[in-house]
């Protein structure tokens, strides 16, 4: 299994930049397809990007163009680079290992989750 920490979340004003790491230990990083998610008070978690083991990418239609999900895996390390940030880009912040060998389309599919961090974006 693997266990992931995020980092690098906090406030911001509209048009500014974050870049988040996940940190992953307990299993080998490599083999997972990785993503990132958010959830916003009173919706449901979604997907914001994804980035399997041969650095194929996946990003939403609301942040492609603005964010970037890249990996260093002999850092065993996921980031999110976001930039022009908006404040509808306000959430909880979740990095996800995928299950293995299987499509990672949705939340039935994480393996593992982080904790979270939180991404305030003011107007």
């Known amino acids: 299994q693997v266990q992931l920490a995020e980092s690098g979340g906090g406030l911001v004003q509209a048009g500014g930049s974050l870049r988040l790491s996940c940190a992953a230990s307990g299993s080998i990083f490599s083999r997972n397809t990785m993503a990132w998610y958010r959830q916003a008070p009173g919706k449901e978690r979604e997907k914001v990007a994804s980035?399997?083991?041969?650095?194929?990418?996946y990003y939403a239609p609301s942040v492609r163009g603005r964010f970037t999900i890249s990996r260093d895996n002999a850092k065993n390390t996921l980031y999110l680079q976001m930039n022009s940030l908006k404040p509808e880009d306000t959430a909880m912040y979740y990095c996800a290992a995928c299950t293995l060998f299987r499509p990672c389309v949705g939340v039935s599919d994480i393996a593992a989750w982080g904790q979270g961090t939180q991404v305030t974006v003011s107007s």
């Open positions: 980035i399997t083991t041969g650095s194929t990418t």
